[in-house]
């Protein structure tokens, strides 16, 4: 951690939306009169039936809920399109940059990507989709992604997106879990010049899932898949049909918009439930105040839209701010680690928002890649995922953006929507490594293992004081599950599951997760849904995971793994293992070490010990701390013994 401050640049101060007393101001008043501050707020949407009231949530067990905006109705893809169709009807919506330098950029103009997303709504409607009815969305990088959310919310159906890289197991969960009748999907992604096979993927999917009726395929790359007569259906074929009028379903602003899931301590992924009129107020503000963000300005997320942060701050964000959003198809480093960089002088990218796992594996590939190119078009610069080491943001910071941009770390999560803690760029002196202070309306607070609050500086557990627009409203398919997860650790605050320290100054410092969710190049990822993965295998008697620290990953997976009597550890199986938990999830679950354990350190009522294993998986263990409480002391010799490094 560094105590460095950057001052805010003259000139950020001076022009920005947003500047120290500003930002001070208005902090205060989305405190002090919550319910005025976001009605005005809710100003920036476009709303059928304009909000009489903003909060309306209670985090205690009586009268728990979490309600925004009650009795308003607006439409979230009438917001991100129609409404400026009139002002910049011909202004680019989308920029989208193929995984292959050598071809073509394409580009949508708003009316283009409104008819589009007109004609498969309507596309969607003839399928039977309903207002509520979940649609399933497994989607490579390309523009069709972002129609398939959007006509989805014209006509109030909820989106699953499911990330491209999960494995058709693992979709098949998600599909079933969600119950949705139909899929969109593409032929082929296209990953670093490799061929993604979603279509077989979700062919494998629907066996384990038969509930699904129709599979919407769009050929992106033209490779060869199996058309099930009765079920598939060619996008291009459909869309050429359909009609490029389609109203927008008149929404409750509480009325869902997504659900996507998410891993967490316990069990299998949960679907995490975003409503519509608090998400999208959410998404809109904070990417513009930010970002700084300017209609006009060549903006860049490079996330998947498998994630949130593709779901906020590529789509609903950018396009609800009438924004130019770039959308990449491929991979930072292909066809070598300048393509960033060749992408941002390209189109002149003036805002880059991306993850640190990302910028440590460019700047392990040295300077020379960033130097050959300009960058002079960038203005900002903004991370998310993990925090970001101050090697990784002093990197950023002087040799992408030559000292000339501010940088915005922002924290938040899948549950939160959009930004929390974060600088604004005109506002909040940055120190390396801090996400500094929080957005409107957010009381970040710390609270010790007992549940006290911690004033002044000092490290604890994070949690967040009241709600806020764009807040989750649930679990689907298990409403208990929601308050059982978020608001019974404390009572009457949600817990975010990270750690945090506020420094002498008051700014935060995210110092990681707390609980059983290692955090693997930016995604999160449950050590239970690994562990249960493993031993699906028929060798495999037990198998507890954690995390470890990782040069370019931030934390890598270590799987300890106890065999079946019988079975010999080798090298073969190791990778028989690697490759099983890869296809059982996807490839960013793959373990990077297996350590053969005969035997998992474990508390005589049987609880495995993880602390132990965390440091034996660190290399950490002239502290181990007291393991007088084992069932077996001698179980730890063995492990230290043969920690695999
Ligand atoms: C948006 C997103 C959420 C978890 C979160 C935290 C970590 C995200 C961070 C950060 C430190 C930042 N995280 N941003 N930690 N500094 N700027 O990543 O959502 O995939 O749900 O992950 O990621 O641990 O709890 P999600």
Redesign the pocket.
Known sequence: MSDEVYAVPAEWAAHAKIDATRYADMYRASLDDADAFWLDQAKRLDWLTFPTKADESSFHAEGFGVRWFPDGHLNVAANCLDRHLASRGNATAIIWEPDDPAEAPRTLTYLELYEQVCRLANVLKAQGVAKGDRVTIYMPMIPEAAVALLACARIGAIHSVVFGGFSPEALAGRIEDCGSRVVITADEGRRGGKPVPLKANVDVACHHAPIVETVIVVAATGGKVTMQAGRDVDYATEMAKASIDCPPEPMRAEDPLFVLY?SGSTGKPKGVMHTSGGYLLWASLTHDITFDHRPGQIYWCAADIG???GHSYIVYGPLANGGTTLMYEGVPNWPDASRIWQVVDRHQVEILYTAPTALRALMKDGDDFVASTSRKSLKLLG?????INPEAWRWYHEIVGKGRCPIV??????ETGGHMITPLPGATPLKPGS?THPFFGVEPRLLDAEGQTLEGAAEGNLVIARSWPGMMRGVWGDPERFFQTYFTTYKGVYT???GARRDADGYWW?T??VDDVI?VS???MGTAEVESALVLHAKVAEAAVVGFPHDIKGQGIYAYVTLNAGEAPSDDLRKELRTWVREEIGPIATPDAIQFAPGLPKTRSGKIMRRILRKVAEGDVSSLGDTSTLADPAVVDDLIANRVS
Do not use: C, L, M, S
Request: negative net charge; without cysteine.
């Open positions: 998410t994630w949130v942060t991370t998310v995922g993990e925090p770390d922002t924290w938040w999560q899948t996400a975010t599951g990270d995210i990681g997760r955090n930016g995604h999160r």
